[in-house]
């Protein structure tokens, strides 16, 4: 995994079947509270020691569905690290991954970091804010993205509800 600033890691990248330009990340947030897991991706089985190494995970969040893959299951069972999914996409996730947890409001999870409910990529899109007491990193996902010098929403046809 790259450590990409203090405590912030991100794992190999995946390239995305749809989209041979993109790819997806999995970042562990190393805390005292106990790793998180944000994200998915399948390059993640190979860094199983290297995981290990920074303390293992205790949970894993998804933003959306269409980050559900069998790489969840592996993380679960691999490093007791639960999946928490946004109840609106609880049931289109569980067709791939075993869900532990749902939540429909914003919330936190210690004093550290934050899941913030963003419903319009999809019903159940998530962000999450973390501090780490020297900056504020906030993970969109695919929900916002910078392309060609711009901040973009993602608008899905027959997903997304822009109001």
């Known amino acids: 995994m790259n450590e990409v600033i203090s405590g912030l890691h991100a794992s190999a990248p995946e390239p995305l079947g749809f989209g041979p330009s993109l790819e997806i990340r999995a970042f562990l947030l190393r805390r005292e509270g106990g790793n998180l897991l944000i994200y ?10 290297e995981i290990n190494g920074l303390g293992g995970i205790s949970r894993q969040y998804l933003n959306h569905r269409h980050e559900a893959a069998p790489i969840c299951d592996w993380i679960a069972t691999t490093f007791d690290a639960p999946l928490h999914i946004h109840e609106e996409e609880a049931k289109s996730v569980a067709e791939t991954c075993n869900v532990a947890g749902t939540f429909s409001e914003r919330h936190h999870a210690g004093d ?14 998530t962000a999450f804010l973390w501090d780490t007491g020297e900056r504020r990193v906030l993970f969109t996902g695919d929900t916002i ?19």
């Open 145 to 163: 993205f910078f392309v060609r010098g711009k901040w973009v929403a993602a608008v899905l046809d027959g997903v997304s509800d822009r109001p």
């Open 112 to 125: 550290d970091f934050e899941v913030i409910p963003i419903p319009g990529h999809t019903g159940g899109a």
């Open 40 to 49: 998915r991706a399948a390059t993640l089985e190979g860094e199983g020691e």
